[in-house]
């Protein structure tokens, strides 16, 4: 039996023209839509607007609705569980992104009707997974080509992690302490309801120290497959990694959810490594000797920036494990507890969270962290 190659493809574009891309996406990979609930998930990590380059922008989000709609859906929703919990209601981030606007009433919060879910996973029995996302027809990921302090790189797969509801996406960092195991959480979640179809914004990229901490990169790009695997693995050979480098391609590979080589994918379009682009410098796993004991002389943990630190609070609601408390001064971080899940980074806006790294005997800390199964 011959097994099929899955298929990138690549779209130059800019925000202006976004439609034109999505619709060309949509002819070159999508499912049967007509008649059927089309779910569309973009990235909305928080409220901040579309110029921060964090959440997917509304131009493409307008796109895929159009698209969907054009394809005879009888519904098209648009929602995301945004990580953001401090800044407001799912419904506020998502205008101040500019994504509501151009959903109007077809946004959905996918928090307002969890259902939990069995799953196989070492992490946790069940978890809470937005309703709309189990029950759609069509479901497409919209999401953000980042950089990700924690996993390397955030995209197609790691924007199915937003199917979970409120507290889970903590609870599971909590869980899945270190990167090998949060590669295998994210994984676990993310076979719950693999996307039918990826769109992803790659026009204008976050580099550096993603998801929210980064810097905007202009790349003009548009990628789009039904194999999210293989597309975060053409973005992270655009980005200039080695796809298996990053912990949950390899994993996904090993798995079989999917390759992590560009030789065993179909790319079409310019297929270029963007020069020069800034990747994390965290959440990868090289494999040699050097990077195992550098992984293991040094944490790389948060450090309160106070010079631009608002003392809103959303860092300490935000961590897992209850490392930060809240004092006149600001925040105040326990070594101790902190998990390096980045959960504080991810979530501060005012990127008043650092990440600097620090040996572990300063700390006395030789945390062992669990290996993934």
Not at 78 to 94: I, K, L, P, T
Not at 113 to 119: E, F, H, K, T
Not at 163 to 188: C, I, M, S
Not at 316 to 331: L, N, Q, R, S, Y
Request: aromatic share 6%; with cysteine.
């Amino acid at each position: 039996m011959t097994v099929s190659r899955p298929r990138v493809s690549i779209y130059p574009t800019h925000y202006a023209h976004a439609a034109q891309a999505v619709e060309q996406a949509f002819a070159d990979h999508a499912p049967p839509m007509e008649g059927k609930t089309v779910l569309l998930k973009p990235n909305i990590l928080g409220a901040m607007p579309p110029e921060k380059a964090v959440n997917t922008h509304p131009s493409i989000v307008a796109g895929a609705i159009e698209a969907a709609e054009r394809r005879g859906a009888a519904r098209a929703l648009v929602g995301d569980n945004s990580g953001m919990r401090a800044y407001g209601s799912n419904e506020h981030a998502a205008t101040v992104a500019g994504i509501r606007q151009v959903a109007g009433d077809r946004y959905v919060n996918l928090g307002a009707s969890p259902v939990n879910v069995a799953v196989d996973s070492p992490f946790a029995d069940r978890l809470a997974v937005s309703r709309e996302v189990l029950e759609c027809d069509v479901l497409v990921g919209l999401p953000k080509m980042k950089t990700h302090v924690a996993t390397a790189i955030t995209g197609a797969v790691k924007n199915t992690y937003g199917h979970l509801v409120g507290g889970e996406k903590t609870l599971l960092h909590r869980l899945a302490q270190g990167p090998a195991n949060f590669a295998a959480a994210v994984l676990d979640v993310y076979r719950i309801r693999p996307p039918d179809l990826v769109v992803m914004d790659a026009v204008v990229a976050m580099e550096g120290q993603g998801p929210s901490g980064g810097r905007p990169r202009d790349v003009g790009r548009l990628l789009a497959s039904t194999d999210a695997v293989a597309l975060d693995t053409v973005m992270a050979a655009m980005m200039g990694l080695e796809p298996r480098a990053v912990p949950y391609l390899r994993l996904a590979e090993a798995k079989g959810l999917g390759p992590a080589r560009l030789d065993a994918i179909d790319v079409s379009g310019p297929m270029e490594v963007i020069e020069d682009f800034k990747a994390p410098g965290i959440g990868m796993g090289f494999g040699t000797w050097v990077s195992r004991l550098a992984t293991y002389l040094f944490v790389t943990q948060p450090v309160v920036r106070r010079s631009v630190c608002v003392k809103c609070g959303s860092c300490a609601k935000a961590c897992p494990v209850e490392a930060i408390a809240m004092t006149p001064d600001g925040p105040v971080i326990d070594y101790a507890k902190c998990i390096s899940c980045f959960c504080c980074h991810e979530m501060c806006r005012y990127e008043a969270m650092d990440l600097s790294r620090r040996m572990r005997l300063l700390q006395g800390r030789w945390r062992k962290e669990r290996a993934a199964p």
